[in-house]
């Protein structure tokens, strides 16, 4: 069975720094993993798409990476800011059961 | 039109109300999904439509009745709810059925209170 495990559940940093988080997974039969912000009581902001076929993937000051062989994706946030404080989920999307699974979240915030 | 728009983004219901909860998008995708959240934990999915049809069904109790009356649209009718029912309703959406292409698309979410 498919589990989606986050490191850490919390996180809190001074603005300006780069930070990682990270997401392991014990099955790499994935076809894709998407990173997800939530702010509190929001909805899911999807932030990057990754394909199994991929390594990374990058958006601004974000950068995705992923290694299916041994089951990790890490999320790179460069020079942090208060407004990157926030939820950030991982979830893979399982090909042996065709379903979306979530990881447990990292808790981040940034202060000033 | 990039967006999953739910409505309401509150609602507050007694045990014995009916009530229903609306999701629309208009970028053509394919799929719906609806998930549960409770706080600090992950979504759990309730339903998925693929294809405007009922797809999988993960055991949600008969209180909660989903409709996809378009493409564009998906509903979930709540009645006799639980105070346990109270969380954060999200919808979902995604181009290919399970997203295995483009990933999904979430909407903003219903945060329910039952009392």
């Known amino acids: 069975k498919q589990e989606v495990t986050q490191i850490p559940a919390a996180l809190s940093v001074p603005e300006g720094e780069n930070l990682v988080l990270n997401c392991s997974f014990t099955?790499?039969?994935?076809?894709?993993l998407q990173w997800f912000r939530q702010d509190p009581g929001k909805g899911l902001t999807s932030l990057l798409l990754?394909?199994?076929?991929?390594r990374e993937q990058t958006s601004g000051r974000l950068n995705a990476s992923l290694d299916k062989s041994s089951g990790r994706s890490t999320l790179y946030i460069a020079a942090s800011q208060p407004g990157d404080s926030a939820t950030y989920l991982c979830a893979v999307r399982d090909l042996n059961t065709d379903k979306l699974i979530f990881g447990t979240g990292t808790r981040l915030q940034v202060f000033p | 039109d990039t967006e999953v728009t739910q409505t309401p983004k509150h609602l507050v219901m007694g045990m014995t109300n009916k009530k229903s909860l609306k999701c629309e998008q208009h970028m053509g995708h394919r799929a719906m999904y609806w998930y549960k959240q409770k706080a600090k934990k992950p979504p759990e999915l309730m339903f998925v439509y693929s294809y405007e049809k009922l797809s999988i069904n993960e055991s949600v109790p008969s209180r909660f009745s989903p409709e996809c009356p378009n493409s564009s649209l998906l509903n979930l009718h709540l009645h006799a709810l639980q105070p346990e029912d109270s969380a954060l309703y999200l919808c979902a959406s995604s181009q290919d059925p399970g997203g295995r292409l483009y990933g999904y698309t979430f909407g903003s979410g219903t945060r329910l209170t039952v009392v």
């Open positions: 099955d790499s039969a994935i076809y894709n």
């Open positions: 990754i394909q199994s076929s991929q």
